[in-house]
């Protein structure tokens, strides 16, 4: 399925689909081996924000990691259903800044292998876990070009305690080029408090920030001429999702607004229209 239109798309939404007990905050608490041993719930929490989608004719890209696709493939045929584009959030989770090179290249090539396997479908995009891809990390780019990647969405230029490119800029930038084409890091969305960078447009950044301060970057980021790139967790719908057995303050982090996520994205998807990355890529002339 072509991810193309005929429209100019002028933002992005994206969801990253990975399961509650996996995230980077509870690394050190839930070991990988232990994953199967937690229950599942992406699949429901997931099948909520696809609902929530079809009611406001959204369309957008779901990274989705490796691990969940090889089991539950039916929910990867249902996303690409519904419209949406289909990239990869690599296969373990791991961060890039925790991967050798090659570590990496076996991770995302057999993400997405599976994932095309499912879909029948070329994946174009990628996210890093956690955004790791960082300056010191940017060897991953020949190599997600190398992989038939054609872009990636990993870079947040802001500095934070996990992940952080602070120089990159705003801008989307080519960072590969080969025989096969280009690659483009398409980065987050980042707002400004005078000469102070803040993240914002989504995960935690959309569950606790104020909606009237969401707005309010959205709207200076808008009048600058940049996409609003627009990213959540399927998990960050889900209040009724298990207890994880960590220190109190990363449960807090992590379950913080989470009652107050769907009625912010039903605000957002009134105020602006949004697509998936392929199609602001082509839409824009950027030839992915």
Avoid: C
């Amino acid at each position: 399925m072509s991810q193309s239109s005929a429209k100019t798309v002028r933002h992005i939404f994206t969801v990253d689909v990975e399961e509650y007990f996996q995230v980077e905050a509870f690394s050190e608490y839930v070991e990988r081996k232990d994953w199967d041993r937690y229950p599942g719930r992406v699949e429901d929490s997931t099948a909520r924000l696809l609902d929530l989608l079809g009611d406001y004719g959204v369309r957008g890209t779901f990274f989705i990691l490796g691990w969940l696709a090889e089991r539950y493939p039916g929910l990867v045929r249902r996303i690409a259903a519904a419209g949406h584009e289909i990239g990869s959030h690599g296969f373990e989770h791991r961060m890039v800044t925790k991967m050798t090179p090659e570590e990496f290249r076996i991770d995302v090539r057999k993400s997405k292998a599976i994932l095309e396997d499912i879909t029948g479908v070329a994946v174009r995009g990628y996210r890093a876990p956690t955004f790791s891809i960082v300056r010191k990390t940017s060897w991953a780019y020949p190599i997600l070009l190398e992989e038939g990647y054609r872009y990636s969405s990993s870079v947040f230029p802001v500095w934070h305690d996990r992940y952080g490119w602070p120089d990159f800029g705003e801008e989307l930038k080519k960072m590969a080029t080969g025989d096969a084409g280009d690659l483009w890091e398409v980065p987050l969305s980042v707002g400004f408090i005078g000469p102070m960078k803040v993240p914002f447009g989504g995960g935690g950044y959309l569950r606790t920030y104020p909606l009237f301060l969401t707005k309010r970057f959205l709207t200076n980021f808008i009048r600058s001429g940049k996409p609003v790139l627009l990213y959540i967790h399927p998990w960050e719908l889900d209040s009724q999702q298990p207890a994880i057995p960590a220190p109190f303050f990363r449960r807090l982090r992590h379950r913080l607004g989470i009652s107050k996520t769907e009625g912010k994205l039903v605000e957002l998807f009134r105020l602006l229209t949004f697509g998936t990355v392929t199609q602001f890529l082509e839409s824009n002339g950027y030839g992915a």
